[in-house]
């Protein structure tokens, strides 16, 4: 396994690649072959070839043109190790982000504040835009999903079976309903009395900046079975601060948290360039 976890690679031996996936890697180790060739050679079907070259193992291979025609050649780092009876799997990130994602499926709902007035505060989402970078993020851990409509509005769900399922929730309870319903029943919550202050009940602190954000991992609510986990601030920078700094750090989702985290101007443009945590507390 071949892991960057900002300090350099680390390499580490697991048995994850099944015969297929070695048999088709060994296959394209010397000169690249076209799908057919492949097929023909190992004796697959074309569907199930296509979605291991394209899917499966799309991080051990790469795509060349010889000819006018498609070939599939695999990367010399991985048909070179695969000799020594051990197999390798690449990750680029520790974290499984496990519950969320399972086996490569993601068995999760992104929900995000609807962009028109709604809720008690009749207010429009600023931050739903960001889910495009969250998702892409998650995009890359994996092959499938076990609903194509992962991403829904607040208003959309709100009375639905979906509140029982995963779910990554994306902005705060002025914004997003489903955020506001869970609010009061948080550890580290948002004070509708202090102007929406995020408040910790661990330290006692209260934090009004408006570059704050929150991320939390823990049980849902609606479904102690199920899993949520949220990206919330102040004002939309909040979110995107605690979006940024969970994309950019590795966070163990092994055990339920709060994780307070602000933003940093270092240079006086008016732009947020580094994000760092304040508070973190583990269930």
């Known amino acids: 396994m071949i892991i960057i976890d900002g300090k350099g690679y680390n390499g580490k031996r697991v048995k994850l690649l099944d015969e297929i996936s070695r048999n088709i890697l060994k296959e394209i180790s010397e000169s690249p072959k076209t799908l057919s060739e492949i097929a023909k050679s190992l004796k697959l079907s074309p569907q199930l070839l296509n979605y291991y070259l394209n899917k499966k193992l799309r991080d051990f291979i790469k795509i060349v043109k010889e000819d006018k025609r498609v070939k599939y050649k695999s990367y010399k780092v991985y048909y070179d190790i695969i000799d020594e009876k051990e197999d390798f799997y690449i990750n680029i990130n520790k974290n499984s982000l496990y519950p969320f994602i399972k086996d490569g499926i993601l068995d999760a709902y992104f929900i995000v504040g609807s962009p028109d007035p709604h809720g008690p505060f009749s207010a429009r989402s600023r931050d739903s835009h960001y889910v495009g970078f969250l998702s892409m993020f998650f ?98 920078i909040g979110t995107k601060i605690a979006i940024r700094y969970f994309v950019k750090n590795n966070i163990d989702l092994s055990k339920e948290f709060y994780l307070i985290v602000g933003g940093l101007d270092e240079d006086g443009d008016g732009i947020i360039e580094k994000e760092y945590s304040l508070e973190k507390n583990i269930l």
């Open 139 to 236: 995009g890359r851990f994996l092959v499938g999903y076990k609903d194509e409509n992962f991403i829904r509005i607040d208003t959309d769900v709100i009375n639905s079976n979906i509140l029982k399922e995963n779910l990554i929730l994306i902005g705060g309870p002025v914004t997003n309903m489903v955020t506001y319903r869970i609010n009061t029943s948080l550890k580290v919550r948002f004070l509708q009395e202090y102007n929406w202050d995020l408040f910790s009940e661990f330290s006692e602190k209260r934090y009004s900046d408006e570059t704050i954000g929150l991320i939390s991992f823990i049980k849902n609510p609606f479904n102690p079975e199920k899993y949520i986990l949220l990206f919330a601030g102040k004002r939309a």
